[in-house]
């Protein structure tokens, strides 16, 4: 069976993903304080952050999924950890927040279960399947319906960003 290599994001409250590595472009950090917010814009998506001269969305992919929030208070100081993902065209780019880097985990495609029922009607989309790993059950998300589905929020001021 062909597998899939994947990289095992932790998310706040100790949940994991996992995104395919030919979606990962980097992985980098900043404070909390260099992203600069905007207004208007989902309370996902935290700002955005000048990248080697390139303004880059900042996400809080957590949030996205609607997992519950951490009780901790944000703070200008605090480090991220950005899982800068792109699309297959190389056109969007998008830096994830997440807690930790799990490694490299395989996947088979074909074996991905569907979403859970229970996971939110406007989550689904974005979860690719469920699949089974030596640590459990981890979702597989969908970068390019990430990407697609911020750019119906705000379409001028997303391409304005991604780009």
Known sequence: MPTTDYFQLELASGVRVA?????????????????????GVPSALLGVL????RLLWVLDLGRLLRLPPTSELPRPQDRLT?????????RARLGCVVVALRGVVGLDREQLKPP????QADVRPLVSGMGITPDGLI?????????????????AVYSQVSR
């Open 82 to 90: 950005l899982v800068i993902l792109g699309d297959r065209q190389g």
């Open 116 to 119: 859970p029922a229970r996971l």
């Open 50 to 53: 000048n990248q080697r001269g």
């Open 19 to 39: 995104a395919a590595i030919a979606s990962v472009v980097e992985v980098t950090g900043c404070s909390r304080g260099e992203v600069c917010p905007l207004p």
């Open 139 to 155: 979702a597989a998300i969908d970068v390019d319906a990430i990407l697609a589905s911020l750019q119906h929020v705000s379409p």
